[in-house]
């Protein structure tokens, strides 16, 4: 059976700036039923393809087309609507198709009271059934349905909708495009303006979606769960990738290692026929002959290199300075509470942070998963109760919202002033953070959130600290930034405690979970997969409360502090490995007809199986 094309991108070229192509002759097709992840670092021209595709901008060459029947929807533009539309009108303007229907059937009802022709009751029949097809009976229930998985409450549904913030409105018009069942949808950066239930809705309605989804987003579990194909955009052309954003990180790996080994082997090959040619150069002299061989292998030395070498993206190599801890505790909690505007934020009667572990605090946006860590960091003080840090804690705090004291000061001399660096230093430090030239020169004021995050984290970085707290470290960073900063969080062996919704951070690093929920922390001791496991198998949590007091947190014996940070560095590693064996084992279900890769991948698993052992058993010998 053919497939049908929703989105044909034929050779487009556009730039904003003479001789400059942000997109360079780019050519793909999206069938129907399709969920296309859009790759690319930020500038690579994402935005500027889905803007092209609703004809929002004009290709300077090539062709975009779209079938004429097909219904389009880009949520990140926000259509103007009357004043003294609520929230909820606009959400109804889906059903404005549905409308008119009903308007139709109920002219048709006044003629078939005055005169019933089998005409009429043929067209009663007709728009009667395209009602009850297109949903026309289950619009409340839809609604109801959309509102309440996208986490919209009834209160802000009656709200005029011009006076909503600007993730609000994003939110509102996500629900109103789901309803209009648009056949594709094309989400530029859907779940920035989502808490992680919200987000996890939209993943089942996408897994469920019957339509073509063309998907914008940094937040890699969500691509995880939603996209079976990715095109990443680079230096304005496409690269294809048959499979989500796990597969496409792989095979981006495995293509690399390929092209520089076909690199290299073409460049050993003309080292050798050249040297050879020389050598032939040499001894022919006065001999044609010989000469005339020179030239010939000298030009096949030519002919032998086919392969560019694979660029790699420019990578930060930036490591946490570390403290080592000494003592029992990092934090301990005593009848610790907290209210705002007569609201209990939340009540924690006993609890304490060991050194090494890795702590996700989540929770919805407003439960006061903020107010603790300005509590933690002494800037906030408690309604009743304590939190105190170990004596010999040096903890460290990037927040969500990154300001300097001084926004007037360059990059440069803001290191030079408040790091005490001689300028040559400071440069170097900031061009391990990718702030290389004249970036160094930037107004600090003038730079983006991520640009600060990672100017902070530069600065942070120097320090020798031993309970590093970050507040959604990976909002404002694109798909390379947050690599790179997990990279550093990786090789940090000491306390994290961290507030995410950036399930893909949780999953690879938190060890504990807390979880802000209707004022009562949970504490959970495992790892994010195994916290939702035990939520949705109702089992008893352990409640952080003052009214029921918790568990007892059990206490590790005390070991040597080396063997203490080797025992960490192990069980890392162990994570590490039983996430490739799980990752190894879900793609020996995807290519279990093809013989090859299923050979290639038995082989890998015992590999990492071996690994695996290995390193039990020194995790056995340390505990």
Known sequence: MQSVIDISIQNIKKAFEEGNDILDGLTFDINQGERVGLLGKNGAGKTTLLRLITGELSPDEGDVVIPGQKKLGLISQIPIYPSGYTAEDVMRTAFDGLKAIRGEMEAVERLMSEAASDEVLKKYDSLSFDFERLGGYSMEYELNTVANGLRIPEAQRGQPFDTLSGGEKTRINLARLILENTDILLLDEPTNHLDMRATMWLEEFLQKFKGTALIISHDRYFLDKTINRAIEIKEGKAEFYSGNYSYYVQEKQRRYEEQLEKYEREQAESKRLHDAADRLKQWGTGNKALMKKSFAMRTRAERVIKT????????????????????????????????????????????????????????????????????????????????????????????????????????????????????????????????????????????????????RLCMLMDGEINLLILDEPTNHLDLPSREWIEAAVDEYGETLLFISHDRYFINRFATRIWEIEDGVLTDFLGTYPEYLASKESVAPKQKASAKKEPAAHPKAKKKPADAQKELRRVEREIEKLEYELAEIGGNKEAFSSDYEKLMELDEREGKVKGALNALMEQWEELA
């Open 308 to 455: 560019d070498r694979p660029g790699k993206d420019k990578s930060v190599r930036a490591k946490f300075g570390e403290r080592e801890f000494r003592g029992d505790e990092v934090l301990i909690f005593r009848g610790l509470e907290k209210s705002f505007n007569g609201r209990e934020l939340f009540s924690i009667g006993e609890m304490e942070v060991r050194g090494g572990e890795r702590i996700a605090l989540i929770g919805d946006n407003g439960s006061g998963k903020t107010t603790l860590v300005n509590m933690i960091m002494g800037e906030i003080k408690p309604d009743s109760g304590f939190v105190r840090k170990g004596p010999s804690v040096k903890p460290a705090y990037l927040p969500q919202i990154v300001k300097f004291e001084h926004p007037r000061r360059t990059l440069l001399d803001t290191l030079i002033y408040e790091q005490n660096v001689s300028p040559q230093a400071g440069r170097n430090r900031l061009g391990g953070f990718m702030f290389s030239g004249e970036d160094v020169f930037k107004l600090v004021g003038d730079l983006s959130g991520g640009e600060k995050s990672r100017l």
